[in-house]
């Protein structure tokens, strides 16, 4: 089995966009303990990430700070919805499935009503630029909730979650924006996990293609996870060439983990193209 390789761009499409994004502390109340809660997230502290976040708001809810008790009654508030999606990938990363599951629900049903109300408000009322935010963070929660579908192995309701992370992206950041591009490999993996590799190969390739015009700083991964697919659809002579063309790529970008990565992969594709002797 051929290994896809994880695109290892920060994630986030409100990150993508310049906007808040996950690894941007939430700053319920003036300094910790929630600006602390990402610093434990990124140095995989998932029990004390918990524990700063459930105390952040358990704080904001104590306060006499207005904006903070705002947040803490405001469910659909995005930063209550962002501190929500951190804590369902912790849940995640503890192996604690229904917590979770329902926080990842959570967020993507509350922000869908959200847009669904706001749809018809004038800008007076919600701005466009507030739309389009509360619109790619439900594109994050969409993402989030799909990477943890698929490592779930439950690719076919991953799939319908990149789909719409991935409207929401080219409606809002253009289909040659990096992290359209992105959500483009992912979906062509969920399709290829299902065996699906005809149209995975399809959004692999626009993928690589799109990543070429726009020189994206992980084309090396993009093109690797391409020639993953076209060795699953036994297009061996086209995979090699979109290795050693991956390969280069990662070599000058001096990602050791990739290099490696590739050259196992190649190894593996000429003893599978091998002729029988």
């Not at 469910?75 to 926080?103: F, H, M, V, W």
């Amino acid at each position: 089995m051929y290994r896809l390789l994880a695109v290892g761009l920060a994630r986030g499409l409100l990150r993508a966009a310049g906007l808040r994004g996950r690894c941007r502390p939430v700053r319920l109340l003036p300094g910790p303990p929630g600006a602390r809660a990402p610093l434990c997230i990124m140095k995989d502290e998932p029990e004390e990430a918990e524990l700063i976040l459930h105390d952040a708001l358990r704080l904001a809810h104590k306060s006499h700070n207005t904006k903070a008790i705002a947040y803490t009654y405001d469910l659909e508030d995005n930063a209550i919805i962002e501190i929500s999606l951190k804590l369902a990938t912790i849940y995640a990363a503890q192996s604690r499935q229904e917590l979770a599951l329902a926080g990842y629900e959570f967020c993507i049903s509350t922000l869908e009503e959200k847009i669904e109300r706001e749809r018809e408000l004038s800008e007076d009322v919600v701005s466009a630029d507030d739309k389009a935010n509360t619109r790619l963070l439900l594109g994050m929660c969409l993402d989030t909730y799909a990477r943890y579908l698929l490592f779930s192995q439950q690719p076919s309701q991953a799939q319908r979650m990149y789909e719409k992370a991935l409207r929401i992206s080219e409606e809002i950041l253009g289909e040659r924006h990096p992290q359209t591009i992105v959500l483009l490999n992912d979906l062509a993996t969920t399709l290829d996990t299902q065996g699906r590799t005809d149209e995975a190969c399809v959004h692999a390739q626009r993928a690589s293609d799109l990543a070429r015009q726009v020189a994206h700083p992980e084309l090396h991964v993009l093109l690797s996870n391409l020639a993953a697919v076209l060795t699953h659809r036994e297009l061996y002579a086209q995979a090699e060439e979109t290795y050693r063309e991956a390969l280069r790529q990662a070599e000058l970008k001096r990602d050791e983990a990739s290099v490696q990565h590739i050259r196992e992969e190649l190894a593996e594709l000429a003893r599978k193209s091998r002729p029988l002797s």
